[in-house]
């Protein structure tokens, strides 16, 4: 399953598994000057690894 969304800075969205557990993703930061750059901030409980992409 995909989910492909906008979101504006201070925007939110959370994934919660089936225990009730989440993680809130929030749009912290973008920048104009770079059509493609998005900064986000993960909250997640300490049994979820977090890792960026290009470090897999």
Known sequence: MALTLG????????IVDKNGKEIEIEVVKTDAKL??????????PK????????LR
Do not use: C, M, Q
């Open 7 to 14: 979101r504006k800075p201070g925007e939110k969205l959370y």
């Open 35 to 44: 059509d493609n750059y998005l900064r986000l901030r993960v909250n997640a």
């Open 47 to 54: 049994e979820y690894k977090i890792s960026r992409g290009e």
